[in-house]
Protein backbone atom coordinates (compact mmCIF):
# COMPACT_ATOMS: atom_id res chain seq x y z
CA UNK A 1 0.00 0.00 0.00
CA UNK A 2 1.42 3.38 -0.90
CA UNK A 3 0.19 6.53 0.73
CA UNK A 4 0.66 10.09 -0.62
CA UNK A 5 -0.15 13.16 0.82
CA UNK A 6 0.27 16.22 -1.38
CA UNK A 7 1.17 20.07 -0.15
CA UNK A 8 1.78 23.58 -1.60
CA UNK A 9 -1.17 24.37 -3.32
CA UNK A 10 -2.81 27.61 -3.17
CA UNK A 11 -3.98 31.37 -4.46
CA UNK A 12 -1.48 32.90 -6.36
CA UNK A 13 -1.76 35.83 -9.26
CA UNK A 14 -1.22 35.19 -13.12
CA UNK A 15 2.07 35.34 -13.73
CA UNK A 16 3.48 33.56 -10.48
CA UNK A 17 4.66 30.39 -9.24
CA UNK A 18 3.61 27.88 -6.57
CA UNK A 19 5.71 24.19 -6.05
CA UNK A 20 3.38 21.33 -5.17
CA UNK A 21 5.17 18.48 -2.99
CA UNK A 22 4.31 14.88 -2.93
CA UNK A 23 5.25 12.79 -0.04
CA UNK A 24 4.78 9.03 -0.39
CA UNK A 25 5.52 6.35 1.41
CA UNK A 26 6.84 2.40 0.77
CA UNK A 27 10.28 1.76 0.70
CA UNK A 28 10.35 0.99 -3.35
CA UNK A 29 9.19 4.59 -4.09
CA UNK A 30 12.50 4.73 -6.41
CA UNK A 31 10.67 1.72 -8.59
CA UNK A 32 7.54 4.13 -9.25
CA UNK A 33 6.66 6.25 -12.09
CA UNK A 34 4.96 9.24 -10.48
CA UNK A 35 2.70 12.08 -12.29
CA UNK A 36 0.66 14.99 -11.36
CA UNK A 37 -3.12 15.12 -12.92
CA UNK A 38 -5.37 17.98 -12.69
CA UNK A 39 -9.20 18.68 -12.80
CA UNK A 40 -10.84 21.51 -12.82
CA UNK A 41 -14.15 22.14 -12.38
CA UNK A 42 -16.66 20.54 -14.95
CA UNK A 43 -13.34 19.22 -17.04
CA UNK A 44 -11.55 15.53 -16.63
CA UNK A 45 -9.12 14.69 -15.18
CA UNK A 46 -5.96 15.23 -16.92
CA UNK A 47 -2.29 14.86 -16.74
CA UNK A 48 0.16 17.10 -16.30
CA UNK A 49 3.17 15.68 -16.24
CA UNK A 50 4.89 12.29 -15.38
CA UNK A 51 8.45 11.20 -14.13
CA UNK A 52 9.73 7.21 -14.26
CA UNK A 53 12.00 5.93 -12.18
CA UNK A 54 14.82 6.64 -14.16
CA UNK A 55 13.89 10.47 -14.39
CA UNK A 56 12.52 10.56 -17.85
CA UNK A 57 9.72 12.99 -17.98
CA UNK A 58 6.59 13.85 -20.05
CA UNK A 59 4.01 17.22 -19.85
CA UNK A 60 1.17 17.91 -21.64
CA UNK A 61 1.30 20.44 -24.11
CA UNK A 62 -0.04 23.47 -22.21
CA UNK A 63 2.37 23.14 -19.39
CA UNK A 64 5.53 22.85 -21.18
CA UNK A 65 7.94 25.22 -20.41
CA UNK A 66 6.14 26.28 -17.55
CA UNK A 67 6.15 23.39 -15.14
CA UNK A 68 9.10 21.13 -14.23
CA UNK A 69 8.51 17.94 -12.65
CA UNK A 70 11.24 16.68 -10.51
CA UNK A 71 12.11 13.64 -7.71
CA UNK A 72 14.10 13.39 -4.42
CA UNK A 73 14.05 9.34 -3.80
CA UNK A 74 16.16 10.07 -0.44
CA UNK A 75 13.14 12.38 0.37
CA UNK A 76 10.39 9.90 -1.06
CA UNK A 77 8.80 13.18 -2.54
CA UNK A 78 8.42 14.10 -6.44
CA UNK A 79 8.07 17.73 -6.94
CA UNK A 80 5.97 20.09 -9.36
CA UNK A 81 7.67 23.20 -10.22
CA UNK A 82 5.10 25.52 -11.69
CA UNK A 83 6.16 29.32 -13.19
CA UNK A 84 4.18 31.50 -15.05
CA UNK A 85 0.75 30.40 -14.07
CA UNK A 86 -2.07 31.12 -15.75
CA UNK A 87 -5.99 31.23 -15.10
CA UNK A 88 -6.33 28.45 -16.75
CA UNK A 89 -4.10 26.26 -14.61
CA UNK A 90 -6.68 26.53 -11.82
CA UNK A 91 -7.62 23.05 -10.43
CA UNK A 92 -7.15 20.54 -8.19
CA UNK A 93 -3.91 18.92 -8.47
CA UNK A 94 -3.57 14.87 -7.88
CA UNK A 95 -0.15 13.55 -7.36
CA UNK A 96 -0.55 9.75 -8.86
CA UNK A 97 1.69 6.80 -8.12
CA UNK A 98 2.21 3.22 -9.87
CA UNK A 99 4.79 0.83 -9.46
CA UNK A 100 5.79 -3.02 -9.09
CA UNK A 101 4.55 -5.19 -7.62
CA UNK A 102 1.33 -4.93 -8.15
CA UNK A 103 1.05 -1.57 -10.75
CA UNK A 104 -2.01 -0.57 -8.72
CA UNK A 105 -2.30 2.76 -9.63
CA UNK A 106 -2.30 5.61 -6.06
CA UNK A 107 -3.91 8.90 -5.78
CA UNK A 108 -3.54 11.58 -3.37
CA UNK A 109 -6.21 13.46 -1.54
CA UNK A 110 -5.46 16.40 -4.06
CA UNK A 111 -4.39 19.86 -3.56
CA UNK A 112 -6.18 23.24 -4.89
CA UNK A 113 -4.52 25.69 -6.58
CA UNK A 114 -6.15 29.16 -7.91
CA UNK A 115 -4.56 31.65 -10.02
CA UNK A 116 -6.51 34.53 -10.16
CA UNK A 117 -6.35 37.32 -13.45
Known amino acids: QVQLVESGGGLVQSGGSLRLSCAAS????????MAWYRQAPGKQRELVAS???????DYADSVKGRFTISRDNAKITVYLQMNSLMPEDTAVYYC???????????WGQGTQVTVSS
Open 96 to 106: YARGPPTYAPY
Open 26 to 33: GSIFSMYT
Open 51 to 57: ITSGGTT
